[in-house]
């Protein structure tokens, strides 16, 4: 049984971010054709809902979270390589200002006592070698996001990560997003077009769904960008590597309790001759 409190979102697809990043953006894909065809055909929206609770029943929020989940990952290295690399490394760079260099510095420092076998690349080896400096950076970057993965621990973490995948996924899927606007408007104005010709009223609606097909084709053409998709690609590398403090924190706490229960060796006893 479905608990109470919950959307049927919630209770067929329970992990948020799996529902957020990823069926979410391939319902909305979706949308403008099936409010088209709602509208159409006179649907109540409780068919509407028995219908979406139908396809969940047989693995379609599944396949659906598949359909947005892939061109938003095949598009990500080229967003990154656009930008000149991963937000979570290009963050650490001398080079780049989002943080401050004594900040910077403190948290190169923390790093290199997180992961083991590396080291601070200087300014100058970044400058001369930032291929190399790009290793040791992917490397705290692995690291950051691995150890951040406790979404109760680090919610603001998780909330970014959250906001990025939704973002990215609806980039990747923007092409089909503005077929379906086009499709819905089609269909909807044909049916529109051929009440007025017959003379018949036209059903608000259809008015209703053809309006709300026309406002979604500004939100893909203009709203869905690269820059809107960045902002929150820097939103989570910033608070990723804010993490910094906590986990070095821990490691501390974890080292200093190693070197007190550390055991000491026993003291030789002369002999007396």
Avoid at 177 to 187: D, E, F, V
């Amino acid at each position: 049984m479905a608990k109470q409190g919950k959307s049927w979102t919630e209770n067929v697809f329970p992990d948020r971010y799996a529902r957020n990043a990823r069926l979410y953006p391939s319902l909305l894909v979706i949308a403008p054709t099936v409010i088209a065809i709602v509208a159409v055909a006179g649907l109540e929206l409780s068919w509407l809902k028995m219908l979406w609770l139908g396809l969940g029943a047989v693995g379609g929020t599944y396949w659906l979270s598949q359909l947005a989940r892939d061109p938003g990952k095949v598009l990500e290295n080229k967003l990154w390589e656009s930008w000149g690399g991963m937000p979570s490394v290009a963050i650490l760079r001398h080079g780049d200002r989002r943080i401050d260099a004594i900040t910077k510095a403190r948290y190169h420092a923390r790093l290199v006592e997180l992961v083991p076998n590396t080291s601070s690349p200087a300014p100058d080896v970044e400058r001369n070698g930032p291929d190399a400096a790009d290793i040791c950076y992917a490397a705290w970057s692995t690291h950051l996001r691995n150890s951040t993965r406790d979404q109760k621990r680090f919610p603001l973490v998780f909330g970014e990560l959250v906001s990025y995948g939704y973002r990215r996924n609806l980039l990747g899927l923007r092409p089909y997003g503005l077929t379906s606007s086009i499709l819905g408007c089609l269909i909807c104005g044909v049916f529109i077009r051929a009440a007025i010709y017959n003379q018949h009223g036209v059903q608000d609606t259809l008015w209703l769904a053809l309006g709300t097909d026309i406002l979604l084709l500004p939100f893909w053409l203009i709203r869905v960008s690269p820059a809107w998709v960045r902002l929150t690609a820097e939103n989570y590398a910033a608070r990723l590597v804010e993490a910094v403090d906590d986990l070095y924190g821990d490691h501390a706490k974890v080292t200093a309790k190693a070197q007190v229960e550390k055991p000491k060796k026993p003291r030789s006893v002369k002999k007396s001759p």
